[in-house]
């Protein structure tokens, strides 16, 4: 039996997006939390579990992730991608592209960050051996019923190709 696609996720962006207004936070907190973390939609978590995918967070929170955006999205904890010390970037890429095809090693994926470029989509075409969507969400906006929708379809797609 294959395995399932992986979902590369990042928070800062996606998750916790820059622009959100007044009218997008979603929780309260005491003075010693990160007013950022208000920010996170709690329906995002349900949205993204119902996708058939594994999910492994893809971002600099690294283990933090786990330990304070998953519980405020109600999802387990998630495997986190190790990255490299240095942001290193090459010929143009995002430093976290070739990383992410070395992790996913020749599994299908979906990559969804907010700092995707033509540039990353082309090597990930060239370098990666199985189906993958580099799936660019707008900072200012976070991660929209549109975007869970579009990678829903994506994904139902590539299973069946």
């Known amino acids: 039996m294959p395995s399932r696609p992986l979902l590369f996720l990042d928070v800062d962006g996606p998750l916790i997006p820059f622009g959100a207004n007044a009218s997008q936070h979603y929780f309260s907190f005491d003075s010693d939390s990160n ?3 208000a920010r996170l939609n709690p329906k995002l978590g349900p949205q993204l ?3 058939p995918c594994d999910l492994v967070w893809a971002t600099t929170w690294m283990d933090e992730a786990n330990e304070v955006i998953a519980p405020r999205l109600g999802v387990p904890e998630l495997p986190v991608v190790d990255w490299p010390d240095e942001d290193e970037v090459y010929d143009g890429l995002h430093w976290k592209t070739r ?3 070395g992790w996913a090693a020749g599994r299908t994926f ?9 540039a990353d989509r082309r090597w990930v075409s060239t370098h990666h051996g199985g189906e993958a969507l580099a799936y660019r969400v707008e900072a200012h906006l976070g991660l929209a019923d549109a975007d869970i929708a579009a ?3 994506w994904l139902k797609q590539a299973a069946a190709n």
């Open 35 to 37: 007013p950022l973390l």
């Open 49 to 51: 579990l119902s996708l």
């Open 99 to 101: 990383g992410l095809v």
């Open 151 to 153: 990678i829903r379809t």
């Open 110 to 118: 979906v990559w969804v960050d907010d700092e995707i470029t033509e």
